[in-house]
């Protein structure tokens, strides 16, 4: 049963999304048919609490968030009791443990990471276009301590989520003992694609050669993902936000957020922006190589 979930984890608008799409064009084999809206929802948003009201002995309306959070650990082992093949999982929470000690994401059944982190001016200006707010709230949620509040406590059809704070979140994950984690700067993974992606194959457990992770990249490029949204739309994309392909390049800040934003934003997070090679001035640095 052990690593059958791989978990694509981030904060919000750092990247999961394409990284999940061309893992799974490299997990269904690189030529294959495969559409945006193939990706699995079993276990994300409406249908994860669909899932969790399926498979649990009480349903998610009647409870607390930190009841619900009790019973996610069996959720997930249960599900995982199916699963004939690889699957990879969204996953935006912060790595938390519930009030019995056990983590949401039980590592013997979800052991394998990869986390992408994005510099925080871009993930700004990502979010205020995504949930349709202001920058200035965006920046706040971004600093917030991952109690849910709007604009994410109208989303009364899914379960809660925590995503904490930009750098709380970062730091859960890639200091994190008990799972197997690897991650990248998602500013790294759009300037060498094919070896990110290949590491990030090997660490999922796929055996493909860099010719074939550079065919999913390219079936991958942002303008497909773009014309295909435009063309069918795609099911992950809230109500919010007039799409979800927006731009897929970093330094998207530039013209956008002013000044003092940018200062708060350092203030928030100034020590694991200069851990991850993040700049004061919108720069990305030089850093050691992604764990």
């Not at 009790?70 to 790595?95: G, W």
């Amino acid at each position: 049963m052990s690593g059958r979930f791989v978990l694509i984890a981030s904060y919000p608008k750092s990247g999961n999304t394409w990284t999940r799409i061309v893992l799974e064009q490299l997990r269904r084999g690189v030529g294959r048919p495969f559409s945006i809206n193939d990706l699995d929802g079993t276990y994300l948003g409406i249908l994860r609490r669909f899932a969790f009201d399926g498979a649990m002995p009480v349903n998610a309306a009647d409870l607390l968030p930190a009841e619900i959070d009790a019973l996610l650990p069996a959720l997930y082992r249960r599900l995982a009791s199916d699963v004939q093949e690889m699957v990879f999982l969204k996953v935006h929470d912060t790595a938390k443990r519930n009030r019995t000690g056990e983590w949401l994401y039980p590592p013997e059944i979800a052991g394998r990471v990869i986390y992408l982190v994005r510099h925080p001016f871009d993930v700004a200006v990502s979010t205020a276009h995504h949930l349709g707010i202001s920058l200035e709230r965006a920046v706040a949620t971004m600093a917030g301590d991952g109690r849910r509040r709007a604009p994410y406590d109208n989303l009364s059809e899914s379960l809660p989520q925590v995503f904490g704070s930009w750098s709380g979140n970062i730091e859960s994950w890639i200091d994190n003992d008990s799972y197997d984690v690897s991650w990248a700067r998602y500013e790294d993974l759009c300037a060498e694609p094919v070896g990110h992606f290949r590491r990030f194959a090997d660490a999922a457990g796929l055996r493909v050669t860099n010719d074939e992770v550079s065919a999913a990249v390219e079936a991958s490029r942002f303008e497909r993902l773009q014309y295909e949204e435009k063309r069918a739309g795609f099911r992950e994309r809230p109500q919010s936000s007039p799409k979800f392909f927006r731009e897929g390049r970093s330094g998207t800040w530039h013209g956008v957020l002013d000044e003092s934003l940018r200062e708060q934003l350092v203030r928030d997070h100034g020590g694991v922006m200069e851990r991850l090679g993040y700049g004061a001035d919108g720069s990305v640095g030089h850093m050691g190589t992604a764990q």
